[in-house]
């Protein structure tokens, strides 16, 4: 899988759990500690992300890196799920 | 897990992984198509790759993404593994 389809994947799949979580954008970026509009650019599959900020997006969407991974790469990539 | 310590671990894992599969650093390095030295800076733990560096990292490992991290969170760190 190439880079940017990993980020877009990536992107869509934090969305999704953000989404299914009830977390705004905003809230959400404050629970990662990351400024809204780097969240929102990686959400928009923009941002090659390090693991490091891959994990802490993980956690405060109370899941583990591992877990994150298993369900980016069992999903076929599909932005209207 | 602190970002330090995911590095660590992200860094022994591949190095545990690469010897396993008999690659030298050298070889491997030429298979993930990153610098040596830059390789040899991942296995001892001072880099916060990005996830394209990492999936591209499993793959010339025979692995996948999710693999590599289902390994990395199932095992406590070890360097004497």
């Known amino acids: 899988m190439?880079?940017?389809e990993l980020a877009k994947r990536f992107g869509e799949l934090v969305r999704r759990l953000r989404q299914a979580k009830g977390y705004s954008q905003e809230d959400f970026s404050f629970r990662v500690g990351l400024h809204q509009t780097y969240v929102s650019s990686v959400e928009r599959?923009?941002?090659?992300v390090t693991i490091g900020t891959a994990n802490r997006i993980a956690?405060?969407?109370?899941?583990t890196l591992a877990d994150l991974f298993v369900e980016l790469e069992r999903r076929p990539s599909g932005p209207d799920d």
Chains 1, 2 share one sequence.
């Open 2 to 4: 190439a880079e940017e």
């Open 45 to 48: 599959g923009e941002r090659n």
């Open 59 to 63: 956690r405060a969407l109370g899941t």
